[in-house]
């Protein structure tokens, strides 16, 4: 269910195993529950691009900066708590307006109930009403799953880094994918 407020979308579902799950923008008063969950993830992360955790403080500034400059930066709240973060950045510079950064997390507990595909849709449809053009992302090859979900929601792959990270003792490849609106993901 969509429910449109004040320019805002909140969407409320039922998860995989029964949990009610929420995507809200996220406010300053998230400010510590995302710092926990954000801790929480880089702790268990292998496929996480992230190995610092911002203090509270610099978490407000951030919330205030995405939405000072439109960007999309929702959590994903279970029962009152932050349990996994989505956001897009839009292209900073006027010629790449039309484009957007997508990065999302989400805790060991909120994983495998479904949330991920709910939120690759959730942010697909806040692109399209604001109107971009490309949505990028980035994904390590061995994360099998993420790449098969944005392979089956329209994402092409644009390139690859080879031999970009190291993880658990071994090289692994950056594979770079987009998601094109005009053409509903395919490739032109």
Not at 32 to 40: L, S, W, Y
Not at 72 to 81: A, E, R
Request: proline residues 1%.
């Amino acid at each position: 269910m969509l429910l449109k407020e004040l320019s805002t979308t909140i969407e409320q579902f039922e998860a995989k195993d029964g949990t009610t799950v929420t995507f809200r923008p996220a406010t300053i008063q998230d400010s510590k529950g995302i710092v926990n969950a954000v801790e929480e993830i880089v702790a268990e992360g292998t496929y996480l691009q992230k190995e610092t955790v911002r203090s509270v403080e610099e978490e407000r500034q951030f919330i205030n900066e995405m939405k000072s400059n439109e960007n999309m930066y929702i959590v994903v709240d279970i029962n009152g708590k932050v349990s996994g973060l989505a956001r897009v950045l839009r292209g900073s510079l006027e010629m790449k307006k039309h484009t957007g950064l997508f990065r999302t997390w989400l805790t060991p507990d909120a994983q495998g109930k479904g949330i991920g595909k709910k939120l690759m849709s959730y942010t697909l449809h806040w692109c399209k009403l604001n109107k971009f053009h490309k949505l990028c992302l980035t994904v390590f090859a061995s994360n099998h799953v993420a790449v098969e979900l944005y392979k089956k929601v329209g994402f092409v792959i644009e390139g690859i880094q080879k031999e970009q990270v190291w993880l658990n003792g071994t090289f692994d490849d950056e594979v770079f994918m987009a998601y094109f609106f005009q053409s509903g993901g395919e490739e032109k």
